[in-house]
């Protein structure tokens, strides 16, 4: 099964940015929508974006909207989440995952497998 590593978190001042990697072991996940997902401590995991394969459509939690953007190099087997304006709201490990073939939403944990370790992200005030 493919593997994911997550990196490029960090601790960051409120405004500021980071940009995560989502590195896969093998090219069959260029074949899979990818999502992004956190969890910050005492709650659930939580979607933050996905995008398809094709990278033709993206999809984002209405809180991260017009400041994080996903994206993917092929080439690379990497999807990437960009992060701008930075919010200690925003502070979470961060997972990226495969969408099963299939699943109806995008936003669902439930819908995806292969999950990383995760990356921490600590937006400070």
């Known amino acids: 099964q493919v593997q994911v590593v997550e990196s490029g978190g960090g601790l960051v001042q409120t405004g500021g940015s980071l940009r995560l990697s989502c590195v896969a072991s093998?090219?069959?996940?260029?074949?899979?929508?990818i999502g992004w997902f956190r969890r910050a401590p005492g709650k659930e995991r939580d979607f933050v974006a996905a995008?398809?394969?094709?990278?033709?459509?993206?999809y984002y939690a209405d809180s991260v909207q017009g400041r994080f953007t996903i994206s993917r190099d092929i080439a690379r087997n990497t999807v990437y989440l960009q992060m701008n304006s930075l919010k200690p709201e925003d502070s979470a490990v961060y997972y990226c995952?495969?969408?099963?073939?299939?699943?109806?939403?995008?936003?669902?944990?439930?819908?995806?497998?292969?999950w990383g370790q995760g990356t921490q992200v600590t937006v400070s005030s």
């Open positions: 995008i398809t394969r094709n990278s033709a459509t993206t």
């Open positions: 093998e090219s069959t996940f260029n074949s899979y929508s």
């Open positions: 995952a495969r969408r099963k073939f299939g699943s109806a939403s995008y936003t669902t944990v439930g819908n995806y497998d292969s």
